[in-house]
């Protein structure tokens, strides 16, 4: 079965500062993966996702993700943090379903940027 | 512009009651999709729509829970005999539907019914 996971509950970063919120995957054959953002009080937002090609992904408000295979991660990253960037971050890895796509979802890394 | 709408935004309830979660999509999706987030976790899959029919229900834990969505628009996640176990934020999600693009099809999520079970 295929899997991701966020080895840290928590990261924090000083505004300004580049951030990386940490995923790796477990899989057969080639992945798909996804990064999803929840904002407090809001509905899950999605920020990115890697299908193929390029193994630097660019996303939504500045983000971008890094395709490791050899290492099977994929990092998420942010040269410039802010404190609006404060969220729940979700590393996601789906599956083929009915003609869409079931992600499975890590446990999530709560991001703190301080002022 | 509309997004996903989810009612009740809170609901409590007792152990052993029965309650219904709507689920109203983004007009034009096709796939529609619950998911359910205990504290501390991520999301995790109950069951997909693709139309009217349930495309996929593996998620689903047990027969306590059923969901419908009768006319392929809104849909009502059911759950019988509420336990305290089921108490979490119960996330629905829509999107465009099918397999177009190879995995491109954006989810897109509603806020959430927080149920919590006494």
């Known amino acids: 079965a295929q899997s991701v996971a966020q080895p840290e509950d928590q990261v924090n970063v000083a505004e300004g500062n580049p951030l990386t919120v940490k995923c790796t995957y477990s899989?057969?054959?080639?992945?798909?993966l996804f990064w999803y953002v929840q904002y407090p009080n809001r509905g899950l937002q999605f920020l990115l996702k890697?299908?193929?090609?390029?193994?630097l992904v660019k996303g939504s408000y500045g983000f971008e993700a890094e395709f490791n295979k050899s290492q099977t991660s994929f990092h998420l990253k942010k040269p410039s943090a802010l404190v609006s960037d404060s969220a729940l971050y979700f590393c996601?890895?789906?599956?083929?379903?009915?003609?869409?796509?079931?992600?499975?979802f890590g446990r999530g890394t709560s991001l703190i940027v301080h002022p | 512009g509309a997004g996903v709408s989810q009612t009740p935004s809170n609901k409590v309830t007792e152990k052993g009651k029965y309650v219904e979660l709507r689920c109203d999509p983004i007009s034009g999706h096709t796939a529609l999709y619950w998911y359910r987030q205990s504290l501390g976790q991520g999301p995790e899959f109950l069951i997909y729509?693709?139309?009217?029919?349930?495309?996929?229900d593996s998620g689903l834990p047990n027969d306590r829970f059923f969901a419908v969505r009768p006319e392929g628009s809104v849909s009502t996640l059911k759950i019988q005999r509420t336990e305290r176990g089921d108490s979490a934020v119960y996330l629905c999600?829509?999107?465009?539907?099918?397999?177009?693009?190879?995995?491109?099809?954006?989810?897109?999520f509603g806020p959430g019914t927080r149920l919590t079970v006494l």
């Open positions: 729509f693709q139309g009217t029919g349930a495309a996929d």
């Open positions: 890697y299908i193929t090609g390029d193994n």
């Open positions: 999600a829509s999107s465009f539907g099918g397999s177009a693009g190879g995995g491109t099809d954006t989810q897109y």
């Open positions: 899989v057969s054959g080639n992945p798909y």
């Open positions: 996601a890895i789906p599956r083929a379903s009915g003609g869409s796509y079931i992600p499975t």
